[in-house]
């Protein structure tokens, strides 16, 4: 399993959200991307649309950074 690492702590929604979308389509079945942010809007929208299939999301706050990690499941 490959990790990769996207920090979008400069970006803001809606970029911030198409970067995530465009690197997590990347990602091959149970390929996990990391990705920082600290903008609340950009946060909320990339975990609605990684707790959807075939992603699942983690999230992680710690000292205004939140970490999402997001990995790509086999929907079948």
């Not at 091959?28 to 942010?37: E, K, V």
């Not at 707790?51 to 079948?76: C, E, G, I």
Request: glycine share 2%; charged share 20%; aromatic share 6%.
């Amino acid at each position: 399993m490959n990790a990769e690492y996207l920090d979008l702590r400069l970006q803001r929604c809606p970029m911030a959200l198409l970067l995530a979308k465009r690197a997590a389509m990347q990602l091959a079945i149970d390929q996990s991307l990391t990705i920082l942010s600290h903008d609340l809007v950009s946060i909320r929208d990339m975990a609605g649309f990684f707790s959807q299939p075939p992603f699942t999301v983690k999230l992680n706050t710690d000292a205004n950074v939140t970490t999402l990690y997001v990995t790509k499941r086999n929907t079948l």
